[in-house]
């Protein structure tokens, strides 16, 4: 709490602050700031945004080839399959990533803004389900949501990208 409380004072007299907290999702930051004691309104005046990630491995690039996810992949990741440009792939399997198909790590993100219609919601205590709907409606895209995006590019596969996000998946995926 102590160092929650010099954090946002520090944000509250124009310091740009950066902090790690554990949630679940971006949104779920506002909440664990009021858990510990900061009171909402102080939360709703200082925090500009919150960014949640996870770290997926990378398709090696080595050993790379076109795979289709699975039926249940793509409709749990919201993926067509005859989507124009996508580049669904997958590790091989090779010595230079030790058969794994994988090779290194990279982060998905979900980026919560506050601007004024999110500041009044949290100043009124509103629960992280409705703080995400709003977000969502302003644009935010979900951890899946960015992991799905990379699927499609190549970077990883869609078992990767749901075994990372299955927590987060019931906040909104």
Do not use: W
Not at 87 to 100: A, L, Q, T, V
Not at 124 to 152: C, F, H, I, N, Y
């Amino acid at each position: 709490n102590e160092t929650a409380t010099i954090a946002i004072n520090a944000s509250l007299t124009g310091h740009f602050v950066f902090s790690t907290l554990h949630t679940n999702d971006a949104p779920g930051a506002v909440q664990r700031l009021v858990d510990i004691g900061i009171k909402p309104f102080l939360v709703a005046t200082a925090l500009r945004a919150a960014i949640a990630q996870r770290l997926v491995r990378r398709i090696c690039k080595k050993c790379i080839g076109p795979s289709l996810p699975s039926e249940i992949e793509l409709k749990t990741l919201d993926l067509d399959p005859n989507l124009p440009g996508a580049n669904y792939s997958k590790g091989m399997g090779c010595d230079n990533c030790n058969k794994s198909g994988h090779r290194g790590r990279f982060g998905i993100f979900e980026v919560f803004v506050t601007d004024d219609s999110i500041r009044k919601l949290v100043f009124e205590r509103a629960s992280s389900t409705v703080l995400r709907a709003r977000a969502r409606e302003t644009g935010m895209r979900s951890l899946r949501e960015d992991g799905a995006r990379k699927v499609v590019a190549g970077m990883t596969t869609a078992d990767e990208v749901i075994k990372a996000t299955t927590a987060d998946a019931k906040g909104g995926h």
